[in-house]
C-alpha cells in the first residue's frame, strides 16, 4: 500500500492547510528537503486540548495533540509535494511539549506523532526526533511539532 | 530593488558579526544552505529589552527583540554568502520566546523576525517557522532565534 | 590525527547506540546531511545528573551533560557514516538546557558539547549552535541535544 492508501485506510481525512495569518509560509522546500513550520492540534478551529503536561492534560490528551500535529503536517507536505506517494522519508522531527514542572514523559507524548507517521509511511516514516518540555505554546496549545520531510520528484 | 537594497532603504545598517566567545561557529554552509546560530538581540552591547514576555517584556518590546535577532540574522548570512543578494531564501526560521506562565502569544513576537524578512526579500524572506516558548534564554535575553537560509553559487 | 584517532587519545569509549524504544530513528541521512535525534547524558543506564540548572545542578555538572550528550551523538553518527573519519564537518546543534527561573548561562553548559566536538573533529567541530533554556526533559535530564553533521562518500 502507498502512503496516500494508508491515509485512507486509516480513516483520516487531512485537513485544509490553512494561509499563514503571520508573514510565514508552511512550508519551504528546498533541493529534496521541505521543511514544515510548527503545527499545533486544532478541532473545529479550536485548540485541543489546551493546557499542560502533568497539570490540566494527560499523556494520553497529548498524544492525541502530538498525532493531530502530525496529521497537520501531512497536509502540508502533500501540498508540497502533491501527494504523500512523493515522501521518500520522514528526516527529522521536533516535538515540544508544554510541561508543568516535574513532568519528564515527553516521549510518550511525542509517540502520538511518530507513531502515525510510522503507520502512514512504514519503516520511512521513523525520522531522527527530539522531544522536549517547554513553558508555554502558542495559544495555549499542549503540543507543537515541526518536520522535516525529504521528496521525490519536482514539485 | 535587491535585498541589498532593501536593507539601506529601511535604514538598517547591519552589525559586525562578532567572534563567538565560545566553541561555535555564527554559520555553518552545507550545499546551498547556511545555517545560522541562535541569536539574541543587542544595543550597545547590552542585551536588549530583558526578561519575560507576559511579565517584564510586552509584546511590542518582544517584537523588536525578535526584529533585532532577525537583523543580527542578516549581518551573519551576508558574511556567509558574501552579499544578501546571493540568499535565495529564507527557508526556516526557530523563535523561541522566554514565556512567562500564561502568555500564549509567541507568534505575535515571532513576526518582528518574519516581517522584517519579508520586507527585505519579499515572498522569498516567508519561510517556514516555529515559534515556542521557552523559560528561560542566555543572558536573560526575551527572544532567541535560529535561521535557515537558501544561498546561490559559491560563497 | 583523524577524528577516530583523537576520539582514541582522548580516552572516550563510544557507547552502543540503543535501538529506540519508540517509533524513531536515531539517525536519518539525506544527501550529505546526517540528522541525529536529541540525545541526553545516561551513566551506567541511569540519566546523568538530574534535575535543573540554576537548582538542583551546577554548571560544571551540566558541562558534564552535554558533553555527555555528544559523545553519544558520536556514537550515532559513526554508526551512520561508518567512521568519524567520514564526517566533514559539525553543522549545527541545539542544546536544550532545563533551567530554573533566573538562569542565564545556557552558553556555559552547552560549551561541554561544543567543546568536545572541536576536540575531535578541530575547527571542523564548530557548528552554528543554539542554546535555549527550557522547562523540562525527558526522564529529568538537565541537558538534552541534537546535532547535524555533513558526512562524506556513501553510508
Known amino acids: 500500500m502507498t502512503p496516500e492508501q494508508r491515509v485512507a485506510e486509516l480513516g483520516i481525512i487531512l485537513p485544509d492547510v490553512p494561509k499563514p495569518r503571520w508573514a510565514y509560509a508552511p512550508w519551504v522546500r528546498s533541493g529534496d528537503l521541505v521543511f514544515v513550520a510548527g503545527q499545533i492540534a486544532t478541532e473545529d478551529g479550536r485548540v485541543l486540548h489546551p493546557g499542560k503536561l502533568g497539570r490540566e492534560v ?22 508540497a509535494a502533491g501527494s504523500l506517494d512523493h515522501v521518500a ?12 514542572e ?3 514523559d515527553q516521549p510518550a507524548v511525542a509517540n502520538g506523532a511518530s507513531e502515525l507517521l510510522r ?5 520511512a516514516g521513523l525520522g531522527a526526533r527530539s522531544a522536549v518540555g517547554v513553558a508555554e505554546l502558542p495559544l495555549g496549545a499542549c503540543v507543537e511539532a ?3 520531510f525529504e521528496v521525490r520528484g519536482r514539485v
Open 58 to 79: 494527560d499523556v494520553e490528551h497529548g498524544r492525541e495533540a502530538a498525532r493531530g500535529c502530525a496529521i497537520s503536517a501531512l497536509a502540508v507536505v502533500r501540498q
Open 89 to 100: 522519508r520522514v528526516v527529522k522531527l521536533t516535538v515540544f511539549v508544554a510541561s508543568a
Open 102 to 104: 516535574g513532568f519528564g
Open 119 to 123: 503507520d502512514v509511511f512504514g519503516d
Open 146 to 148: 515541526e518536520f522535516v
